[in-house]
């Protein structure tokens, strides 16, 4: 084994030297494919529009396991409110403390480890080992996995499974595997009436009583009672805005913005139709209702079986801890994977990720290839 693939930390600190912020990749594909190519792997990039995307995979034969995750990070913020440069991958007292450290070049390093290790003790795999790496899911996430898994698809490329690195774990390494994720809507509703005098109502259309009553209906709307790995689907009201800093004036105009995230008992097409439903039902005269709703992801859930079993047996083994499988928290890049193969998420601890002197604790580091080298053990075995 090289020095970039013999422990995880060395990579990890060559990728946050690259200062990727999306969508800029600033070299890091580059850094992750020569360290992929020491291992044996065939590496082929897929840019779309201003992102880089790399597949690479070692092994022609199924089943093809694939570990997938992004080499883009989030800005800095205010550069002068860090302790380190947060592009200099610098060690402090046991931690690695730079932006990506946590999400999640280390994840990405533990993963080229975890195969260098594998392929030291056991050789060349009974099937293939893959990597889906891109360089805009902090960003719109349009130019990344999304195209590159039809392109992949469209060079005859097949997923068995998908393993994500996000960093899912909360309290203590390894203790939330996520199998699954909720849906996001995201909403915005615009109502126009007709402006005018307060004291002639009857020459104005106001806008604001159609929004409250499209907004009570939003809020008494039961969406469900949770489903299998879920949690209640909730809607949350985020912004209400007229803009009429006037007693006296009937605004032209009123607005509101939601968000729903939703488990598996509604689609996003679902709960546009009721949406628009309830909408309709909302009008009142002289005022027209717009919507305007984009569904971000659709909820999935990866069932319980040996896939998950391996990655719940390979923590308890590394770190004593009995892992829970959960679907809550954001979206991730997951949401594409789970339409070509089972796909789970483990990762380091989160409670850092996107914040001034996000930091990993080297030794944790460890421990994931580790994990990373137990679950291919199990896949492989």
């Given at each position: 084994?090289?020095?970039?693939?013999?422990?995880?930390?060395?990579?990890?600190?060559?990728?946050?030297?690259?200062?990727?912020?999306?969508?800029?990749?600033?070299?890091?594909?580059?850094?992750?494919?020569?360290?992929?190519?020491?291992?044996?792997?065939?590496?082929?990039?897929?840019?779309?529009?201003?992102?880089?995307?790399?597949?690479?995979?070692?092994?022609?034969?199924?089943?093809?396991?694939?570990?997938?995750?992004?080499?883009?990070?989030?800005?800095?913020?205010?550069?002068?409110?860090?302790?380190v440069?947060?592009?200099?991958?610098?060690?402090?007292?046991?931690?690695?403390?730079?932006?990506g450290?946590?999400?999640?070049?280390?994840?990405?390093?533990?993963?080229?480890?975890?195969?260098?290790?594998?392929?030291?003790?056991?050789?060349?795999?009974?099937?293939?080992?893959?990597?889906?790496?891109?360089?805009?899911?902090?960003?719109?996430?349009?130019?990344?996995?999304?195209?590159?898994?039809?392109a992949?698809?469209?060079?005859?490329?097949?997923?068995?499974?998908?393993?994500?690195?996000?960093?899912?774990?909360?309290?203590?390494?390894?203790?939330?595997?996520?199998?699954?994720?909720?849906?996001?809507?995201?909403?915005?509703?615009?109502?126009?009436?007709?402006?005018?005098?307060?004291?002639?109502?009857?020459?104005?259309?106001?806008?604001?009583?159609?929004?409250?009553?499209?907004?009570?209906?939003?809020?008494?709307?039961?969406?469900?009672?949770?489903?299998?790995?879920?949690?209640?689907?909730?809607?949350?009201?985020?912004?209400v805005?007229?803009?009429?800093?006037?007693?006296?004036?009937?605004?032209?105009?009123?607005?509101?913005?939601?968000?729903?995230?939703?488990?598996?008992?509604?689609?996003g097409?679902?709960?546009?139709?009721?949406?628009?439903?309830?909408?309709?039902?909302?009008?009142?005269?002289?005022?027209?209702?717009?919507?305007?709703?984009?569904?971000?992801?659709?909820?999935?859930?990866?069932?319980?079986?040996?896939?998950?079993?391996?990655i719940?047996?390979?923590?308890?083994?590394?770190?004593?801890?009995?892992?829970?499988?959960?679907?809550?928290?954001?979206?991730?890049?997951?949401?594409?994977?789970?339409?070509?193969?089972?796909?789970?998420?483990?990762?380091?601890?989160?409670?850092?990720?996107?914040?001034?002197?996000?930091?990993?604790?080297?030794?944790?580091?460890?421990?994931?290839?580790?994990?990373?080298t137990?679950?291919?053990?199990?896949?492989?075995?």
């Open positions: 084994m090289t020095n970039l693939t013999s422990s995880p930390l060395g990579l990890t600190q060559s990728l946050i030297r690259c200062a990727s912020v999306t969508p800029e990749d600033a070299g890091a594909l580059g850094v992750l494919e020569d360290a992929l190519r020491t291992l044996g792997f065939d590496c082929k990039r897929y840019p779309f529009e201003d992102v880089d995307n790399l597949y690479a995979r070692l092994g022609t034969e199924e089943p093809n396991f694939c570990f997938a995750g992004h080499t883009d990070v989030v800005p800095v913020g205010d550069a002068a409110a860090w302790s440069d947060p592009f200099g991958a610098e060690v402090r007292d046991g931690k690695l403390i730079a932006r450290a946590v999400d999640m070049k280390s994840q990405i390093a533990a993963f080229v480890t975890a195969v260098a290790r594998h392929l030291e003790a056991h050789g060349e795999p009974k099937g293939s080992i893959s990597f889906l790496i891109t360089g805009d899911e902090e960003g719109p996430a349009v130019n990344g996995t999304i195209k590159l898994l039809k992949i698809e469209a060079d005859g490329e097949t997923l068995s499974h998908g393993l994500v690195g996000e960093p899912t774990s909360e309290q203590t390494l390894g203790d939330v595997i996520k199998n699954g994720r909720r849906g996001s809507l995201n909403a915005k509703v615009v109502v126009t009436g007709k402006q005018g005098h307060v004291a002639y109502p009857d020459k104005a259309a106001n806008p604001v009583p159609a929004l409250l009553k499209f907004l009570h209906k939003l809020e008494n709307w039961h969406l469900d009672d949770g489903a299998p790995g879920f949690q209640p689907t909730n809607l949350e009201i985020t912004s805005d007229v803009g009429n800093a006037a007693h006296n004036v009937i605004a032209a105009r009123a607005e509101a913005k939601f968000n729903i995230r939703f488990n598996t008992n509604h689609t097409q679902s709960l546009k139709d009721e949406i628009t439903r309830l909408a309709v039902e909302s009008k009142t005269a002289g005022c027209e209702i717009d919507l305007d709703l984009k569904v971000t992801g659709e909820s999935f859930y990866t069932q319980p079986s040996d896939f998950t079993s391996m719940v047996d390979a923590v308890k083994d590394v770190t004593g801890v009995d892992a829970e499988l959960t679907t809550g928290g954001g979206t991730s890049d997951a949401r594409f994977i789970k339409d070509y193969c089972p796909v789970a998420e483990l990762g380091l601890k989160n409670d850092t990720a996107h914040k001034v002197d996000e930091f990993t604790e080297v030794s944790e580091l460890e421990q994931l290839a580790d994990i990373y137990g679950i291919l053990a199990r896949y492989f075995g």
